[in-house]
């Protein structure tokens, strides 16, 4: 088995395909997500989002949490420290999770690529579709409630389908492999557009209400 530091297996995506499932098998979410992190992620060079980034940004949060963020992909900030959302858009959702009454470590924070694209550009279809089966199994381990995709970004990687637009995507919930997805704007949007805080609170009240059920 490859240990942390070293060349992840692979290749072929039977390869791939065969690691996850047994990361996936893996009874105990922590360890099943040390192992996805470790021997099936590990120092990936699966696209050529790895010739600039500094770390690879696994995911960060509760192995059984609940609510699960998605974002687009690391910025310079998360490339320096291997966290998702420590910079200034990041310090935006953990207020946005501290007024759903939650803290940070008790959900769970992902994204759809997990190297920086090179200037903070948006990630291309052909390295999302590269990530998504390692996000696709981070959910899988975590089985959490519910999902708020965070942009157009998020949505259209976990729904496979491209979307008109943010203020539309956000009228409705779509499906996960059963699990709900709200999409809502993205923290680095808000930041920008601070009238747009407003609909994003009114979709967490949704997902609240979503999280009460039983
Ligand atoms: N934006 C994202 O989409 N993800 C991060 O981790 C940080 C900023």
Known sequence: ?????????????????????????VADPEQALETLARDVVGECRRCRLCQ???????????????LMFVGEGPGADEDRQGEPFVGRAGQLLDKIIAAMGLTRPEVYIGNVVKCRPPENRAPMPD????CMPFLAAQIAIIRPRVIVALGRVAVEALIGDAVRSM?????????????????????AYLLRNPAAKRPVWDDMQEVMSRLAER
């Open 1 to 25: 088995m490859p240990t942390s530091g070293q060349q992840p297996l692979l290749g072929s995506a039977a390869e791939d395909a065969s690691a996850i499932q047994a990361a996936v098998a």
């Open 52 to 66: 600039a980034r500094s770390r690879v940004v696994f995911g960060v949060g509760d192995p059984r949490a609940e």
């Open 127 to 130: 390295e999302a579709a590269t």
């Open 167 to 187: 203020s539309s995507a956000r009228q409705r919930w779509f499906d996960f492999d059963g699990i709900p997805i709200k999409p809502t704007y993205h923290p």
